[in-house]
């Protein structure tokens, strides 16, 4: 059975930093692309980083520069780094791992604001 879990989410204030952590199981996890999207009520999901398993990574535009997404396939684990964090940036924030299959985690709530 594939899990995708989701951690490190929380109440920061702007300008504040949070590291979203994806433990994988039940695939390989190096052989799967992994992704951190996000939602916010009434709006598509929106691919916020991507890192393939070559560790080409993925960007969208508003958050390059604040945001890094790193891999430890040692513990099957991806990560959202998340600094300089504004308002506009929180919402849920949900785990993907792509290859053949998408698989998804549950999310983890990410609240800014002071």
């Known amino acids: 059975q594939v899990q995708l879990v989701e951690s490190g989410g929380g109440l920061v204030q702007p300008g504040g930093s949070l590291r979203l952590s994806c433990a994988a199981s039940?695939?390989?996890?190096?052989?799967?692309?992994m992704g951190w999207y996000r939602q916010a009520p009434g709006k598509q999901r929106e691919l916020v980083a991507a890192i393939g398993t070559s560790g080409s990574t993925y960007y969208v535009d508003s958050v390059k520069g604040r945001f890094t997404i790193y891999r430890d396939n040692a513990k099957n684990t991806v990560y959202l780094q998340m600094n300089s964090l504004t308002p506009e940036d929180t919402t849920v924030y949900y785990c993907?791992?792509?290859?053949?299959?998408?698989?998804w985690g549950k999310g983890t709530q990410v609240t800014v604001s002071s």
């Open positions: 039940g695939i390989i996890f190096r052989f799967y692309a």
């Open positions: 993907n791992a792509r290859k053949d299959t998408n698989y």
